[in-house]
């Protein structure tokens, strides 16, 4: 039994209205496996890099936790980069610079070692690289989370909802989920995803939460108020991560379970911006965040007796 | 015992992007006061209203268990209208008309049978007016809310100052709280707040909850997902209503009545937008109102056992 996670590992280079950084560890993949690993001890990773990707960044991700022979290097190619920078809001951003690099030719290949895969989240990528892993697994995942983009809305949304009818949990964000179902209220736009083939559906708010529907329940999990935004980089990644480990580890995919993912999940990403990168994730102790996730629990906590 | 609301009685004419209105019944203490008086019995209204204001929407008033003694009517005025027309995204909207009329000159007097006032809200009026109304009483209430707007903080924010260190709850939504406090964090800006007199800070963020802030703790209370917003217009109101006629109600001030009394103006207000104008409010009935209720403690409950 394990987890498998296809996305990108890449470089990142960060502008925020609190410092700047060099090219540093980024990517889907990285945040994603990184949270889950805290969780879970059998997270496998799929992606490609480039030569000038440092090993030590692949001694890094094992130190975690994180199994890397998917994770093929093209020696000749370069690594993918993204370059963003934010505004004071820390809600948008300006990508400066997008090199695909190897990831144009991605074509991934599931390694035998992968085949145990009962847990497959797919991260942000082309939907077509999406399929292929799912197509190279010889037995279905117990459970597949899917996440994308508007971007593979304006290019690719034939292929989008194609991997659409294959998956069990979609991530997006509010207003992908809006583009996606020409909704604009959200309930709305819920019940038109959830016909298109996911089971559930996460709308990701950014710091003001996310909910999560299923046939005609929802429950909404808030963002914990936080004193500094230090870095959203990867938040929508960890968030993910934290989720699909905490259903791996326990191994329950019941709407009961996926709420307390979820809190797991809003608590990793509440760490993760506070530092450039994955350097909080990198220290982040298990203890640490379940003080964190006893936070949500009293955010949120308050007991009425109804009466009349 | 009694609960006083201060604020505008007025014609609101509102546009949305599924109908217009001509003008009809609005302001903000006929929303906090129809609110309220869904769960106290003892609600107050101090307004101003000019000659052209309907007799019969006294008596709706009164019908819905509002007294309105303080109202006072001035025959050669008019009556304070607004008009306004929403976005499609209802959190944005442009402001058409502002005719202040017999606003202009209030000059609030509080009548003797308003004496035993134990809650006062102080709907969003001149802070300077809103002073006046908490000089006039004989007793200091045992609890006093304001609401405020960003108006305000730009035209008169030394009497706005003056008037926050004599209340005890300040709500604001999170724009304001930014512009007030000078700090994007809402944590950062919560703790200013704070010390500039108010003990409890809510801070609403329309469809994306309400947090209370107090000493070091905090409370998030979502806003309901919802089908269709048909108008926002009261809604920030409705919210006060429910919240201080909760407390009313209770008569209980501490920090976990005050999150049921938020939770409770959630659920109020979630049905005020479902309408135009003042009409949901007014058909609302308690067991309904309890159902919603409910409805909040299934969106945001889940159980965590911690064990590593």
Redesign the interface.
């Known amino acids: 039994m394990s987890l498998v996670i296809v996305g990108t590992v890449a470089f990142d280079a960060i502008e925020t209205p609190f410092g700047k950084t060099d090219k540093i560890l980024g990517g889907a993949a990285t945040f994603i496996s990184m949270a889950a690993a805290k969780l879970y001890d059998q997270v496998k990773v799929i992606s490609v890099i480039g030569g000038d990707f440092p090993d030590e960044y692949i001694t890094l991700l094992n130190d975690q936790g994180v199994q890397t022979e998917g994770i093929k290097k093209i020696p000749e190619g370069k690594t993918f980069f993204w370059s963003g920078k934010y505004h ?2 820390m809600n948008t951003r300006d990508t400066l610079i997008t090199e695909l690099n190897v990831l144009a030719d991605f074509d991934p290949q599931v390694p035998a070692s992968y085949n145990d895969c009962t847990y497959l989240m797919l991260g942000n990528l082309t939907p077509s690289i999406q399929k292929k892993v799912i197509n190279q697994l010889p037995v279905r995942p117990k459970l597949i989370v899917m996440d994308t983009m508007n971007f593979w809305m304006n290019t690719a949304m034939d292929d989008l909802k194609d991997v659409l009818t294959m998956v069990d949990v979609l991530t997006i964000n509010d207003e992908e989920a809006r583009q996606l179902s020409n909704e ?5 736009a819920a019940r038109k995803i959830l016909s298109m083939g996911p089971k559930f559906l996460i709308i990701k ?1 950014g710091d ?2 996310a ?1 999560l529907f299923h046939e005609d329940k ?5 963002a914990m ?5 230090f870095d959203p980089t990867g938040a929508g990644d960890t968030f993910a991560g934290g989720f699909i480990g905490f259903l791996a580890k326990t191994d329950d995919i019941s709407f ?1 379970n996926m ?2 993912a979820i ?1 797991f999940g809003s608590a990793m990403a509440s760490f993760a911006v506070e530092k450039f990168g994955t350097e909080a994730l990198q220290e982040l102790k ?2 640490t965040l ?1 003080n964190r ?2 936070q949500f ?1 009293s ?2 906590k ?3 007796i ?1 009466s ?1």
Request: aromatic share 14%.
């Open positions: 004071i809001d604009y209220s959200l309930v709305k708010k003001h939460g909910l929802v429950f909404f999990a808030p108020p936080l004193e500094e935004v009961d709420k307390r809190i298990n203890g379940y996730v006893q629990l955010l949120v308050f007991d009425i109804l009349e």
